[in-house]
């Protein structure tokens, strides 16, 4: 089973994007997936999560009133919709699953997708 993540790119700062993270396989049932970024020389930081069981999520700060996490369920796939970027924002990201309830420790997080860079120019 593998977790790809997808939909960075370029962009200005205010503007949009979504990315997406689709499951190889059926495997989103009892997990959590999580969304992580890491911007150049800084550690990897919790962005938001959600439960895919009853599409509960759970933002970290740097999300909150800007991020959007919702699922499919039909197509398997996890997405982060970022509004209102800013350049602070520019980082890769990665999804990640994780066993039961959200989770916002990188160490909890047992699956990772390979990343996509998203990058916000001011």
């Known amino acids: 089973v593998q977790l790809q993540a997808s939909g960075g790119g370029l962009v200005q700062a205010g503007g949009s994007l979504r990315l997406s993270c689709v499951a190889s396989?059926?495997?989103?049932?009892?997990?959590?997936i999580g969304w992580f970024r890491q911007a150049a020389g800084k550690e990897r930081e919790f962005v938001g999560a959600i439960r895919w069981s009853d599409d509960s999520p759970f933002y970290g700060d740097s999300a909150k009133g800007r991020f959007t996490i919702s699922r499919d369920i039909a197509k398997n796939t996890v997405y982060l919709q970022m509004n209102r970027l800013k350049s602070e924002d520019t980082a890769v990201y990665y999804c990640?699953?994780?066993?039961?309830?959200?989770?916002?420790?990188?160490?909890?997080?047992?699956?990772w997708g390979q990343g996509t860079l998203v990058t916000v120019s001011s």
């Open positions: 396989a059926r495997t989103f049932g009892s997990v959590a």
């Open positions: 990640a699953a994780a066993m039961g309830d959200v989770k916002n420790r990188e160490s909890d997080y047992y699956l």
